[in-house]
């Protein structure tokens, strides 16, 4: 009877960290609760018991360990590391949504969207309701440039949660690269609706208002977009497009130029960028991206 009802303990406790996983900070929370499972189940069943349950299932509860420690380092931006305890995660136990979700997380940041797609096909294929699964595999879509798939991609992830600020703003970002201005701006006002403070939502919308020809919304929409972010060049390049698309080259050039000085990437950008087609051979704009 102790030992039927320490493994339903165990079963218990191993399910809900699985479930959890993606919600917990730290690794002092994995092995706390690990420590606390020991003495717990050791109480019940004494040292044979105990020994009998980890041998059964300590492998899977470790490869929960190994998610941790992977978050930590997805966190802080360490890709290639993460895959390693992903990896070793996955030779425990292949069988969670989440292991697999990170892996195509990792392999997607690392620029290696085909590999990416797989792994979130098998997170999904785990569980298919896993709404950020079918988002990431969207972004690994739209980075290969098949948007219309991506698409797809984020509006079954919002079929199963319309909450999630970033797949509205992935949506609205695919609907621009289409062209579909009005879907585009539906989209980032979703995102904005769920988190005001996002500047790129306020600067990419303002993309697509002017893409209906609404420059003076644009130009609200950029408004808040440098107030919330005065030090995010893009913002500062699309407000130059803006002005250009005015005819007001004293003031395109000028925001041009503080964008190219807050990073110098945007000079290659505006010497393909039709908004700027009539400054090309403007002097000044040629100084500013030489």
Same mark, same amino acid.
């Not at 970002?173 to 500047?199: C, G, Q, T, V």
């Given at each position: ?49 105990l020994a009998y349950l980890f041998h059964r299932w300590e492998g899977e509860l470790y490869s929960v360990y ?70 990431? %595999? ?20 919002l079929d199963i949660n319309s909450n999630r600020w970033t797949v509205w703003h992935n949506k609205g970002m ?103 087609? %009539? ?12």
């Amino acid at each position: 009877m102790k030992l039927s009802l320490a493994i339903d303990c165990f079963r218990r406790i191993y399910l809900n960290l699985r479930f959890c996983q993606q919600h917990m900070n730290t690794l002092d929370e994995i092995e706390f609760a690990m420590a606390g499972l020991r003495m717990l189940l050791k109480e019940l069943v004494g040292e044979k018991g105990l020994a009998y349950l980890f041998h059964r299932w300590e492998g899977e509860l470790y490869s929960v360990y190994l998610n941790y420690k992977a978050a930590n380092l997805i966190d802080n931006h360490r890709y290639k590391q993460a895959l390693k305890y992903i990896n070793e995660s996955l030779e425990i136990y292949e069988n969670d949504a989440i292991t697999w979700y990170n892996k195509a997380l990792c392999l997607g940041e690392l620029g290696l969207e085909a590999e990416a797609i797989k792994a979130s096909d098998r997170s999904l294929k785990l569980n298919p309701e896993y709404a950020p699964a079918w988002c990431n %595999k969207g972004l690994s879509l739209y980075n290969l440039g098949r948007t219309r798939e991506a698409l797809n991609a984020y509006e079954k992830s919002l079929d199963i949660n319309s909450n999630r600020w970033t797949v509205w703003h992935n949506k609205g970002m695919a609907h621009l690269r289409l062209k579909e201005f009005s879907m585009s701006i539906e989209a980032f006002n979703k995102a904005i609706k769920l988190n005001p403070k996002k500047a790129a939502d306020w600067y990419l919308k303002g993309c697509a208002l002017s893409g209906l020809g609404r420059l003076k919304e644009a130009l609200r929409a950029n408004d808040k977009a440098v107030k919330l972010a005065p030090k995010d060049a893009e913002a500062w390049y699309d407000r130059a497009c803006l002005y250009a698309l005015k005819n007001d080259k004293k003031n395109s050039l000028k925001l041009l130029s503080k964008a190219v000085k807050m990073n110098r990437k945007w000079k290659h950008y505006a010497k393909t960028d039709e908004d700027f087609l %009539k400054y090309w051979g403007d002097k000044e704009f040629r100084k500013i991206t030489a």
